[in-house]
């Protein structure tokens, strides 16, 4: 069993609801778009709101850049986290006498093939640094976890003195919005992720549970949120560019995750991953124990964004009317026959095994399937979206 170092020295460790008279502190900074000057400055001004980079990382720390290399798609996708924010971040750390490298764990190929699609192998080559695909699992104990006693974290995580959490902003089928909680379910190995979405069954609050344990456990020193160009819509691969115009960054991943909530007009009802953590009591979802330092919330705001289809009418049925009436209130995966090319991925990478190929089309098996939308995230072609449920769609919800 592996024992942590310093990991979580800095972090959300520190920060738990029930301390009343603690603060999380987010730095913000408005950003037009990628140059990299550009890019450096509103790194480096929020880390500085924070107080250095020197507060994290001391000279001959071995830092990981948790990135979030999904899947191998341009840089002009915007899928995955940019690389001149990552570029921001080695030279920051290496400023301060770190030795970073990056790493994730895709679900589809290696981060090395994903880095060099997206742009992130070339930084990292010019920038002399090591990118790791996680494919080293170790059992780590977690009985301090408010539900899951037991995770498989990649070997590189436990190595390293200090986390640094790099997420993008994203739209996401199960979880709303992908940010910096979801991020660090990368450090989870590759295809083993399925395991925990068939762990978690199929409520969505249990799956988030899940990530906010995850993320309490690693607990990554600091997070630098990638919200210059987002994505809205059909993410977390399939979506629309959306221009926010920011760069984030905290020690409180949760606290960050609420104020983007806050940017983007999400209400925190909506979002999973803040609802498990408020019940487990890690990190702020109130924003009344949260700084915004740097830019105002009110100035950073943005309209019109996209989110996919959610329906929390389920949550206040009785546990023994929820599984008659599941398939007709929950989302489920809805299927564009005419985007399809019968590729096979949604069902190579669905965990409960109840996608087919049937005559030349995809056939799902509601009654199993879990609403994990790993189909969807995964499907190369965009031809698989969130549907509302007949039921949840006739009265709106």
Request: aromatic share 6%.
């Amino acid at each position: 069993m592996f024992i942590f170092g310093r990991i979580g020295g800095y972090g959300l460790a520190r920060i738990k609801e029930s301390d009343s008279e603690s603060i999380s502190r987010v730095g913000i900074s408005r950003c037009k778009d990628y140059d990299g000057d550009r890019i450096a400055k509103s790194v480096g001004s929020c880390v500085d709101e924070l107080g250095g980079i020197d507060r994290y990382v001391r000279k001959g720390d071995r830092v990981l850049l948790k990135a979030n290399l999904l899947i191998a798609r341009t840089r002009d996708k915007y899928v995955t986290t940019d690389p001149e924010v990552v570029r921001a971040v080695i030279r920051l750390v290496k400023k301060a006498g770190g030795i970073p490298v990056i790493g994730d764990g895709p679900a589809m190929g290696s981060a090395e093939k994903v880095a060099a699609k997206c742009g992130i192998g070339e930084v990292a080559r010019a920038e002399r640094v090591d990118i790791i695909n996680f494919n080293r699992p170790v059992d780590v104990d977690n009985r301090s976890g408010a539900t899951f006693k037991k995770f498989k974290i990649d070997r590189a995580v436990l190595e390293s003195d200090v986390v640094i959490n790099l997420p993008k902003l994203k739209t996401h089928g199960q979880m709303t919005l992908t940010l910096g909680v979801k991020n660090m379910f990368g450090v989870i190995p590759g295809t083993r992720k399925s395991q925990w979405h068939l762990a978690a069954g199929t409520d969505r609050l249990n799956f988030a549970r899940m990530l906010v344990d995850l993320y309490h456990k690693v607990s990554p020193s600091l997070t630098v949120m990638d919200g210059v160009i987002a994505m809205h819509g059909n993410g977390p691969q399939n979506g629309v560019p959306k221009k926010v115009g920011l760069i984030l960054a905290s020690e409180d991943a949760v606290a960050l995750d609420t104020l983007i909530c806050e940017v983007v007009g999400l209400r925190k009802e909506r979002m999973p991953t803040l609802l498990a953590a408020e019940e487990m009591g890690i990190g702020r979802t109130n924003m009344n124990k949260i700084v915004v330092a740097g830019e105002q919330l009110d100035d950073s705001r943005v309209g019109d964004f996209i989110f996919p289809e959610t329906s929390e009418l389920m949550n206040f049925l009785p546990q023994p009317l929820r599984a008659p009436f599941r398939n007709w209130l929950t989302t489920r995966p809805v299927l564009d026959k005419n985007r399809c090319q019968v590729c096979l991925v949604c069902m190579e990478n669905c965990p409960a095994k109840v996608i087919t190929r049937r005559n030349d089309t995809m056939v799902f098996d509601l009654k199993g399937c879990i609403r994990c939308f790993c189909c969807q995230e995964m499907c190369p072609h965009g031809a698989i979206t969130v549907g509302s449920g007949p039921l949840a769609k006739l009265l709106r919800l």
